[in-house]
């Protein structure tokens, strides 16, 4: 599994990855999975590199891919009767 270089977004906040445990003040390393990428795309957490600074993610590198949209499902027809062009054929 790869892992990412992160910081806290917001100095003074604690932060505990599941896996990899808290996360220091100045950054570490955390895995790149769901919660990684939740973290980064809520704000908690910046990517930044050996030397501290922010990452600016090219191509959207080291961000979740993004949730397809939903599929619609349009409701069946419901009669409620016979309908008009019904009661003229008889």
Known sequence: MTHVRVK???EGENLVHPLDGALAADGGLWRRDQFTFKRLRDGDVVEIDENGAPVSAPNGAGE???TPPAKS???PSQSTGPS???ASKE
Do not use: I
Request: hydrophobic share 40%; proline share 25%; charged share 25%.
């Open 73 to 75: 499902r349009s409701a």
């Open 84 to 86: 008009a062009a019904d």
């Open 8 to 10: 806290p977004a917001r």
């Open 64 to 66: 979740a891919p993004p």
